[in-house]
């Protein structure tokens, strides 16, 4: 069964950054698109942001020039960086990828998410 593994977040102060990473467990996988969703309290899950397996990014216009998304296509994961954060950043933040293994069909698998709080 393929896990994506989070690490990063925890306590950020508003202006500051912090940096997000995901990795596919199984080394054997074929990884597509990779992104990283967020879901505030209150407030339904959003994608935050979105690579293709060439690079190709998007990103949600609430995080556009302060959040960059890369990826490492050997490693398999995925990261994150946030910067000039904000308190309405306070989020837990979900890695998403589509995987496929032995060359079956593609699936979409999420993280266990990561707690990000934005305060001073």
């Known amino acids: 069964q393929v896990q994506l593994v989070e690490s990063g977040g925890g306590l950020g102060q508003p202006g500051g950054s912090l940096r997000l990473s995901c990795e596919v467990s199984?080394?054997?996988?074929?990884?597509?698109?990779m992104a990283w969703y967020r879901r505030a309290p209150g407030k339904q899950r959003e994608l935050v942001a979105r690579?293709?397996?060439?690079?190709?990014?998007t990103y949600s216009d609430s995080v556009k020039g302060r959040f960059t998304i890369s990826r490492d296509n050997a490693e398999l994961t995925v990261a994150l960086t946030m910067s000039n954060l904000k308190p309405e950043d306070t989020a837990v933040y979900y890695c998403?990828?589509?995987?496929?293994?032995?060359?079956?069909?593609?699936?979409?698998?999420w993280g266990q998410g990561t707690q990000v709080t934005v305060s001073s």
């Open positions: 690579i293709t397996h060439a690079g190709a990014t």
């Open positions: 199984d080394r054997a996988a074929s990884v597509n698109n």
């Open positions: 998403n990828a589509d995987v496929r293994l032995n060359g079956g069909l593609w699936s979409n698998y």
